[in-house]
């Protein structure tokens, strides 16, 4: 069965700290994988992610995928408390363009 | 639009009964996806159209559970007989179609449904 697993599933940290989210799958035919960020409601894009080793950067974000070891990895630099939000992390598995979502992290930083 | 919009915002109802949740996408998007996300988990898959291909049900959870796409733009999710476990944010997202490679979804602020 298609999965995707994100961990931690909550972090708690203070602005100005550097963190980490991560992102493992096994699916049958990987096509790309999606970071999305969650506040109160709609998911809003982040990157896409289609080739093993290419940083994908915007501000005090970035992201890299490893298509070998089946993981990617989401970095924040210098947090604020406006990066408070869930992190979703999905992957498109080449069947018609649905996401398999992972179960998120909750990402929490104090003033 | 600017956006993919869903109406109500918020649905309480009656166990028993039946509910109607809207999506309307961005102009111009092909695609169409509902998902389903409970307290605390990460988004579910529901149902998928695109064009006038038949849509990919194969998300639905149970045949109480239906959608339709009208025109190739606004869609209905229609979950009938409600149960309590049917409660959670019912989010819609729609995109282009790329020929090849993928293409990022967006997302509506979703509509949150009570079961009581």
């Not at chain 1, 940083?55 to 990617?72: M, V």
């Not at chain 1, 598995?93 to 179960?103: A, E, R, V, Y």
């Not at chain 2, 918020?10 to 509902?34: F, M, Q």
């Not at chain 2, 006038?52 to 149970?62: E, I, Q, R, V, Y």
Request: a neutral charge; charged letters at 20%; hydrophobic letters at 30%.
């Amino acid at each position: 069965e298609d999965k995707v697993v994100q961990s931690p599933l909550s972090l708690v940290v203070h602005e100005g700290d550097t963190v980490t989210l991560n992102c493992s799958y096994e699916v049958t035919n990987f096509r790309s994988l999606l970071w999305y960020k969650q506040e109160k409601k709609a998911p809003t894009f982040l990157f896409m992610l289609t080739s093993s080793g290419i940083e994908k950067k915007s501000g005090r974000l970035s992201s890299i995928l490893d298509k070998k070891e089946l993981f990617s990895i989401l970095n924040i630099t210098a947090t604020q408390t406006g990066d408070s939000a869930v992190y979703l992390c999905a992957v498109d598995d080449n069947q018609g363009g649905k996401l398999i979502f992972g179960q998120g992290t909750e990402l929490s930083v104090k003033p | 639009g600017a956006g993919v919009s869903q109406s109500p915002s918020n649905k309480v109802t009656e166990k028993g009964k039946d509910v109607e949740l809207r999506c309307d996408p961005i102009s111009g998007h092909t695609a169409l996806y509902w998902y389903r996300q409970s307290l605390g988990q990460g988004l579910e898959f529901l149902i998928y159209f695109q064009g006038n291909s038949a849509p990919d049900k194969s998300g639905l959870p149970s045949d109480r559970f239906s959608a339709e796409r009208t025109g190739g733009s606004v869609s209905t999710l229609t979950i009938q007989r409600t149960q309590q476990e049917d409660s959670a944010v019912y989010l819609c997202a729609s995109s282009l179609v790329a020929r090849a490679g993928s293409y990022e979804q967006y997302f509506g602020p979703g509509t949150r449904l009570t079961v009581t």
